[in-house]
């Protein structure tokens, strides 16, 4: 991955973009579409750019542009802020991380506190850590000094800023899925580049993580031949994970092509074929249940008939502040949809 590539990520992965709140990320992911794609907005805040024929049918790349954040609804006497998860959070993973609040007055950190452990009775140290559980403490005085900061509704953002590890290692929060949307917009800049005979549309998505609507939205508006969603996907390459149930996807391997119910056996095919056609690696999953838990399900939702295909870019540590995906995957992932997108032609999305 270029210096230029990276640093867009990195800027993406540093954008505050809870589900529902995610103008900030779409917005900088729009801005970075407009330097060669045409750009639009919806009413609920996706961002959309294309390249090609305006009259040629379209290959929809979804990737969706909002993370996994809290909510305040409670602010104590004491001074700290009661929360609830906008996603589908671990509660133990998130006692003592670090939080940014999004204010009226700017951002306000912050760190997650529960009652430590030494202080839980009976049962309390082995039921598990609950939503409930959890607080944010900004270092307010008491509840009155709280509130002139903070109100009920404000919402945060959890964990830490990009940090590369070993080698082509990254661990950030937001990887899912800000590495789907940067995919996406990094394929549409090469196709751009190359001489593209259909019309493709990428896609920062918002709402994935909760309601769905933003691919919902997009999908209809769009009424492409082809859909593809790039999202993450359980890498299996560390303990206690069952290979049987994830399949053998593991970091550094490459994207991940999915097979299962829904999901349109000639794409697959033809990303198969862009994959060998180009000398890039990748994995096959399958998915053998009705529903895939990504904006696949939404979209088809949108168009019934709609052809459809599913990238994963395998990620440790899900839904946790501190994910961790390698840069060659992202890398491989970009290429494996321009590779596709610039071997489309009219007849074979027909």
């Known amino acids: 991955m270029d210096t230029a590539a990276r640093d867009r990520l990195f800027q993406l992965l540093n954008a505050h973009g809870p589900s529902g709140r995610e103008r900030e990320a779409a917005d900088l992911w729009a801005s970075m579409a407009a330097e060669f794609a045409t750009v639009e907005r919806d009413q609920l805040g996706n961002a ?6 305006d009259d040629a049918p379209t290959v929809l790349l ?3 542009i909002d993370q996994i954040g809290v909510i305040v609804t409670h602010i104590e006497d004491e001074g700290v802020l009661r929360i609830r998860g906008l996603g589908g959070w671990d509660p133990r993973v998130l006692v003592g991380q670090p939080v940014s609040v999004r204010t009226a007055n700017g951002d306000i950190p912050g760190v997650i506190g529960s009652v430590p452990i030494h202080l839980q009775k009976g049962d309390e140290r082995t039921s598990g850590t609950q939503m409930k559980d959890l607080w944010i403490d900004i270092g307010a005085t008491d509840g009155e000094h709280a509130r002139s900061l903070v109100r009920v509704g404000d919402d945060a953002i959890v964990g830490s800023a990009p940090i590369m590890l070993a080698g082509t290692r990254l661990t950030s929060r937001a990887l899912d899925d800000r590495v789907g ?15 593209p005979k259909v019309r493709v549309v990428a896609t920062g998505c918002v709402l994935e993580e909760t309601l769905g609507d933003g691919a919902r939205l997009v999908t209809d ?7 593809i969603v790039i999202d993450v996907t359980h890498a299996a390459d560390v303990p206690m994970i069952n290979k049987g149930d994830t399949g053998p996807q593991a970091l550094g391997k490459g994207p991940v092509v999915t097979r ?5 056996e000639g794409v697959v095919a033809a990303l198969e074929a862009a994959a060998k056609a180009n ?7 399958a998915m053998p249940g009705g529903s895939t838990h990504t904006d696949v399900d939404n979209a088809l939702h949108a168009v019934r008939s709609l052809r459809a295909a599913l990238i994963g870019i395998p990620l440790r540590h899900m839904h946790s502040p501190a994910e961790v995906c390698d840069l060659n995957d992202l890398e491989g992932t970009a290429a494996l949809l321009a590779a596709y997108c610039l071997a489309a032609t009219p007849e074979s999305l027909a």
Do not use: N
């Open 48 to 53: 959309l750019a294309s390249v090609g024929p």
């Open 62 to 64: 979804l990737g969706h």
């Open 181 to 195: 949307a940067w995919a996406a917009l990094e394929a549409l800049r090469r196709v751009q580049a190359g001489s």
């Open 221 to 227: 508006r769009v009424a492409p031949a082809v859909a």
């Open 260 to 264: 299962g119910l829904g999901l349109d």
């Open 279 to 285: 000398d890039i690696v990748y994995g096959m999953e």
